[in-house]
């Protein structure tokens, strides 16, 4: 007769701890019945193609971005005079803090470029319609919200080139008739540059963040999964139906994946491509020319509107209106207001009030489809009116001054002639090329559709 032996130290541990789990588990879901929510959330089906994974690459950006940002304020001080030797700090002589910085700005731009992305896949098929407004509206809020952060982000390191564009910002601000100044003096406590870095960074840091938490799980989990997931034509089995696989574990895997390609591309940016050195561009200097520096596209489509829109002055009521400053923020002011509320226009304009589930092939509504071509052809030729720039003038200091130092040479410099003729052209191409975009694209996606 066999001898019963005890059970291994290890074969115990298990037991036990397969015992604890189970029991913890029966506790928790006695008291929170997260059984009955979780096990059907588990099965919803989600259906695959790699174009709804582009809301995931800015939601894995969006938290590397919180996690860098948290190790990034806690070297850097937000006072006017020590900023920018903080942030070379960082970079030189705190270890892994200019990978960190690396890592914080490339995660931006990936998160900015993700949410476009996103935002025209959704744009193009539909997927906006009812009952998905609230959605899309959350994410037009999402954009503004990131590009608002990421313009806050750039100025923190009070060097030169970002206190060029916090200049920038103090003109816009006061070209605003009425309230400008009053607006000015609320954001810089006063004459440039006042009390404007520790104000930005309180901004940056937990007002803009703060609402970003609150709306990213809002217009990513919650309304996401509420509703009906949205199916293209060629793989839906019909306007009610999901085909898919569930959430655990075929996609739970997939966000996995993803989670892990995007901070791993991220990182292999952070670390072979270098961006935005400080040290190079050299603490704030009143009077001091800007370095060269090429702008980020969606910072540099309200730039170039500047370039191309004439200086435009009007007197009215002892008010000098400055068109040249006002008319770029007005208009990307209504592209914004237009983008909230496209749901509704389209609505109104086509009379479709029905519930979708399915999306459309862009060929499927040509005027839709017309109306984005027009769109990005707009603002790209904006943003190709920070391609080219004429030489700066000479500076010369006065009698017994020292001189200026030089200008920083320009990315693409032209005579100022050439300057002129280029700028006459984007003038008449922000015009025209946007029409023919329009009636091309719409032909196109009609000659399609038959």
């Known amino acids: 007769m066999a001898t019963p032996t005890k059970p291994g130290r290890r074969a115990r541990v298990l037991t036990g701890s397969a015992r604890a789990a189970v029991g913890s588990a029966r506790y928790l879901d006695d008291r929170l019945p997260f059984g009955r929510w979780l096990?059907?959330?588990l099965r919803k089906?989600?259906?695959s193609h790699w174009s709804f994974l582009l809301g995931e690459l800015a939601l894995?950006?969006?938290?590397?971005?919180?996690?860098t940002g948290t190790f990034l304020t806690l070297f850097y001080k937000p006072n006017p005079d020590v900023a920018y030797e903080s942030v070379v700090?960082?970079?030189?002589?705190?270890?892994g803090g200019l990978l960190m910085r690396q890592l914080h700005h490339w995660a931006a731009t990936v998160f900015v470029l993700a949410i476009v992305a996103h935002m025209c896949r959704v744009f193009f098929t539909g997927a906006f319609r009812r009952p998905r407004e609230l959605t899309w509206m959350l994410g037009v809020l999402l954009f503004g919200l990131a590009l608002f952060e990421s313009f806050l982000g750039v100025s923190l390191p009070a060097d030169q080139l970002a206190m060029t564009g916090l200049r920038q910002a103090e003109g816009l601000l006061l070209s605003i008739p009425l309230v400008g100044t009053y607006l000015s003096a609320f954001a810089f406590d006063g004459g440039f540059p006042g009390q404007v870095i520790p104000r930005v960074f309180v901004t940056h840091v937990l007002l803009v963040p703060g609402i970003l938490l609150a709306v990213v799980p809002l217009h990513a989990l919650i309304l996401t999964w509420r509703q009906k997931h949205t199916e293209r034509r060629a793989t839906a089995a019909g306007e009610k139906t999901v085909t898919g696989g569930p959430f655990f574990p075929y996609f739970a895997v997939k966000n996995g994946a993803t989670a892990l390609f995007t901070i791993g591309f991220i990182a292999l940016l952070a670390t072979f491509v270098r961006v935005n050195p400080v040290w190079e561009h050299g603490a704030y200097r009143p009077g001091g020319l800007p370095?060269?520096?090429?702008p980020f596209w969606y910072a540099g489509v309200?730039?170039?509107?500047?370039r191309l829109v004439p200086a435009w002055e009007v007197t009215v009521g002892g008010y000098v209106l400055q068109f040249g400053l006002?008319?770029?923020?007005?208009?990307?002011?209504?592209?914004?207001?237009?983008l909230l509320l496209y749901p509704f226009l389209e609505r109104r304009f086509t009379g479709d009030r029905d519930v979708h589930h399915l999306l459309d092939r862009p060929s499927q509504a040509p005027v839709r489809t017309a109306l984005g071509a027009a769109v990005i052809t707009f603002f790209a030729v904006l943003w190709a009116g920070t391609w080219v720039s004429a030489p700066p003038p000479v500076m010369r200091s006065a009698p017994g001054f020292p001189a200026p130092p030089p200008a920083?040479?320009?990315?693409?410099?032209?005579?100022?002639?050439?300057?002129e003729l280029v700028v006459l052209g984007l003038r008449i191409a922000v015009v025209v090329l946007p029409v023919a975009a329009f009636l091309l694209t719409r032909a196109w996606c009609r000659r399609r559709s038959d």
Do not use: C, K, M
């Open 39 to 41: 096990r059907p959330q």
């Open 45 to 47: 089906l989600f259906p």
């Open 60 to 67: 894995y950006s969006f938290v590397l971005l919180i996690l």
């Open 89 to 95: 700090e960082i970079s030189v002589q705190v270890r």
């Open 291 to 294: 370095p060269s520096a090429q």
């Open 302 to 306: 309200l730039e170039g509107a500047q």
């Open 326 to 338: 006002l008319i770029p923020p007005l208009v990307l002011a209504v592209f914004f207001g237009v």
């Open 408 to 419: 920083a040479p320009a990315l693409l410099t032209v005579p100022p002639d050439t300057y």
